[in-house]
């Protein structure tokens, strides 16, 4: 079972790591640079990690930008990978994850890099999310090499009638994985609207409570959806078609709808 340790000394300080952001990159709204100084102003947060889809790229330019500042937030560079059976994320890697392999397959290339995997948004109704007989099956194969490391049980986007609690008393009583919470954020403001608990500050600590399993996922304030505005709302999700067809699909379809998108963006 996934718990948070209850004999740790009282001095001793838990971290907040935001596990899943999106940059400019890819289908966010805000680059890195402003991420970051809005992060650092607000200072409730450890660690982030950047995981535009199925690029690393993103990632690597957000390490660029933050190693040029002294920041009091620790960066992890990651992607979030489309699998044949949904989203999963890639923590820890610096080099491409291939696209639209099954997950067992991406959790292996995962761990060839010394990455950890966690399932994001699990069994949401909303985006490409795993399903339960998935990961049960690939859990039941019992290789180390292709088990994911850990499961996404607090992410404000996500929803589903076995999301939430119920994802958390399925993974206590059946997998054991380790639990962590990421933002999904696609707009600054909703950086750190979910994240990860861990015993420490950095993100070597993060990454070593999500082995030892003694990580937790939490939800934070909600962000009002009038506080993004509608405008923003709608372009978002124009990027958001541009990302995968552009990236992994039909790349004269990703242009396009590039096209469009940037011209909404102009004419604001």
Known sequence: MTSMPHDAAPARRFGRADLQVHTAFGDGMEDARTIFERVEVLGELDVIAVTDHDD????????EVHAQAPYHFELVTGIE????????LALWVERPVRSFRSLEETVAAIHAQGGLAVVPHPFSLLTRS????????VLAIGDPTTHPDGIEVANPTSAGW????????????????????????????????????????????????????????????????RQIGAGRLALQQ?????????????????????RVSDRVRAHR
Request: proline share 5%.
């Open 162 to 225: 076995d999301t939430g609690i119920r994802a958390v008393e399925m993974n206590r009583a059946r997998w054991g994985l380790a639990e962590t919470g990421g933002s999904d954020a696609h707009f600054t403001e909703a950086v750190g609207a979910a994240y990860t608990l861990f015993p420490g500050r950095t993100s070597d600590d993060v990454r070593q409570a999500i082995l030892a399993r003694t990580s937790a996922g939490r939800k934070g304030a909600g962000i009002p959806l």
């Open 130 to 137: 795993i399903g339960r007989r998935t990961l049960e099956r």
């Open 238 to 258: 124009v990027r958001g078609l541009s990302v995968t067809p552009k990236k992994v699909l039909w790349p004269p379809l990703g242009r396009f709808v590039q």
């Open 56 to 63: 690393i790229r993103g990632a690597l330019e957000a390490r």
């Open 81 to 88: 990978v489309t699998t044949q059976h949904g989203h999963l």
